[in-house]
């Protein structure tokens, strides 16, 4: 295990260029319903009386690494939940009577999803199928009448006629995120996974296929409430910055007023960690932002986004999950690059400026290592555009604004080589989560020196010789290398040691073969990538 300290510095705010934002602090309160599952990886919608609709994910823990045991169709969520966490009441259906299709994408984990209104949309997703006899990512779109549903579950009644299903192979995708906004459905990032999961590779023991959408996929769900269909579609395709699953995208109010998400953090980059940068997604457009880092936030996890109107500042908050970065028992940030569960509550805060920083919520943290694979379910108060709370609208006092759900619950912090099924499980402390705007937490910054940032590469297209403009923060050893997509380096400059400050490299690519390559730049920390085109 690789540890690197850093340093932090104690804030009891945030100072913007313009207006300070707004502070506040985050409790959170256990508890548990009676009967309410343990599971995690789920799909999640409310009713209008606000009572939960959970669908899918798993009700084990963390999944094996042997393939016989992995994934196993046995601890497939196979039933819907209706929870009234205000009542603190649940009811329970077997899906089982379901058409084969349904019933088996039902049961799957890591599918992608939104609510529209009361109509839930869930696509892709991965498990077991009986049909195929294996594993698969499934290619369908199922809507789920969340209101039918839930009185049909509370009352004992047939629940069949509450669901329907397309097949697309467009939305076989399973690990990445469904967002809508601006009237458009957005797929981004996920992966199409077939057969059973192996560490080892796709060709050891049974196989499998592994493919990384590496895409944003835009379209419009036609929907007349009997029939429906996919339309309007459009993608694109970024192997380098697109390329991550089992990450977070969080709606977000950008600087300049317009709404999209950013997707956060994310497995796997070409050197098999997880990405530190971010990227910013407004329908096909994205934007790439390596000039910050997260450090504390890399798995799919519960999490919130607040806006600040006042003061045009975004904060997300995440709850747990598994982070590369976190804090030992002396307070010191290291580098666990097992990718360890944690305890920390983080946020990120997007200034009016569009700077970026991160913070560790030092007076508050999950009280055991849970949080991946959780959800935050809003109270649907103080609202903007479904998703975002509004901070500006809370009252002073301690307010409930929403739940943290399931997830998973380990009992130690690294336990993926010796997982033998006992060392997790399937969460059913449910957490309620309020603000406080009367409490400004002291929060631990968390510095931002481990980048190597890239200014500029061009030409690019290059055919002879490309040059790439770049800062390095801080002394100490750097290396630029050129790979293939496979992630093979094909050119390497070789390791030197240099100071901080402003570079610029000339790089003969004269006998690289036409194609598409990635350019990795390295400062003994960290790596950032760029696409490169030889023609």
């Keep these: 295990m690789k540890k690197l300290a850093l340093t932090f510095t104690l804030l009891a705010g945030i100072t913007a260029s313009a207006q300070s934002p707004e502070a506040f602090a985050i409790e959170i309160e256990p508890f548990t319903i009676t009967n309410a599952p343990g599971v995690h990886s789920f799909s999640w919608g409310k009713t209008s009386d606000n009572y939960w609709v959970i669908l899918g994910g798993r009700v084990d823990g963390l999944h094996q690494r042997q393939p016989f045991a992995a994934f196993l169709e046995q601890d497939n969520n196979k039933k819907v939940y209706v929870i009234d966490p205000v009542g603190e009441q649940s009811w329970e259906a077997d899906l089982s009577g379901l058409s084969a299709g349904i019933f088996e994408q039902l049961q799957s984990t890591n599918q992608n999803f939104y609510q529209i209104d009361t109509t839930l949309y869930i696509t892709g997703g991965y498990g077991y199928s009986t049909t195929n006899a294996d594993h698969i990512t499934y290619s369908n779109l199922t809507a789920v009448d969340l209101n039918g549903l839930a009185d049909s579950v509370m009352q004992g009644g047939d629940i069949t006629t509450f669901f329907r299903q397309i097949t697309d192979s467009r939305v076989k995708v399973t690990g990445g995120y469904l967002g809508y906004a601006n009237s458009k459905f957005y797929l981004v990032g996920g992966q199409l996974f077939d057969g059973a999961y192996n560490p080892m590779g796709p060709d050891h023991g049974p196989g499998f296929v592994q493919e990384y959408t590496s895409a944003i996929k835009e379209f419009d769900i036609d929907d007349d409430g009997v029939n429906m269909s996919i339309i309007n579609y459009d993608e694109v395709v970024d192997t380098i910055n697109l390329h991550r699953r089992d990450y977070n995208m969080v709606k977000q109010i950008f600087p300049n007023g317009s709404i999209g998400y950013t997707a956060f953090s994310g497995v796997f980059d070409y050197n098999d960690m997880p990405y530190l940068n971010t990227v910013d997604v407004e329908g096909t457009t994205y934007t790439v932002n390596n000039t910050f880092s997260q450090y504390l936030s890399q798995y799919h996890s519960a999490k919130v986004p607040f806006y600040d109107s006042s003061a045009q500042a ?18 010191t940030l290291v580098e666990d690059t097992e990718v360890p569960f944690v305890k920390t509550i983080s946020k990120v805060t997007r200034l009016s400026d569009g ?13 055991a ?8 379910i809003p109270t649907g108060d103080y609202l903007i555009d479904n998703d975002i709370i509004d901070i500006n609208a809370i009252p002073q006092a301690k307010t409930l604004i929403g739940y943290v759900y399931g997830g998973i619950e380990s009992t130690a912090e690294n336990i993926f080589f010796i997982n033998d099924g006992s060392q997790s499980s399937a969460s059913t402390t449910i957490f309620k989560v309020y603000v406080n705007k009367a409490i400004a937490g002291n929060e631990e910054f968390v510095t931002q020196n481990l980048d190597v940032y890239s200014n500029n590469i061009y030409p690019n297209p290059a055919k002879k010789e490309v040059t790439i403009e770049y800062v390095i923060p801080k002394n100490g050893t750097s290396n630029i290398s050129i790979m293939d997509t496979s992630g093979k380096v094909v050119l390497n400059l070789g390791d030197e040691n240099l100071e901080a400050g402003n570079y610029s490299t000339m790089i003969d690519v004269s006998e690289l073969s036409k194609g598409n390559y990635i350019v990795r730049l390295y400062n003994g920390s960290s790596y950032v990538y760029y696409k490169l085109i030889k023609k």
């Design 314 to 331: 975004m904060h997300t908050i995440f709850f747990g999950g598994m982070s590369q970065f976190h804090y030992d028992t002396t307070g």
């Design 369 to 376: 290592l849970l949080g991946s694979g959780a959800e935050f």
């Design 355 to 367: 700077s970026m920083s991160e913070y560790a919520l030092g007076y508050v943290q999950m009280p």
